[in-house]
């Protein structure tokens, strides 16, 4: 497992476990900064917010420094997992207007996505 230290620097608080990790160096040109091809690190295996550590396994890229100011960090969710649809096969709502005036509802909707497990 590699170990990746951030120094004094505050952790997003949605980077989490399973999440994957890249990186991208920072080059100035012409007084302006540019970001160059994004490498995957590897999947995080640990979190320690208090120290900013994050543990890596398997990483992808060996041997490159992140500790310093040129590199950006960036992680993206595991998307069969980090979903925000429905849960389960039953859902049941109750809709309820208490106002003596006419009131029209424009729109309700309701994601359901079929789970592959």
């Known amino acids: 497992m590699a170990t990746i230290t951030l120094g004094n620097t505050t952790l997003n608080e949605s980077l989490s476990v399973l999440d994957k990790v890249y990186y991208a160096p920072i080059t100035t040109a012409n007084g302006f900064d540019k970001l160059g091809t994004i490498v995957e690190i590897g999947t995080v295996n640990a979190v320690n917010r208090e120290t900013s550590v994050i543990t890596v396994t398997n990483p992808v890229v060996n041997g490159v420094n992140l500790t310093g100011t040129a590199n950006?960090?960036?992680?993206?969710?595991?998307?069969?997992?980090?979903?925000?649809g429905l849960t389960g096969y039953y859902a049941s709502v109750k809709m309820k207007n208490n106002s003596t005036s006419k009131a029209e509802?424009?729109?309700?909707?309701?994601?359901?996505?079929?789970?592959?497990?």
């Open 72 to 84: 950006f960090l960036l992680f993206s969710k595991n998307n069969a997992v980090e979903t925000s």
């Open 105 to 117: 509802l424009f729109s309700v909707n309701s994601e359901i996505v079929q789970s592959s497990k």
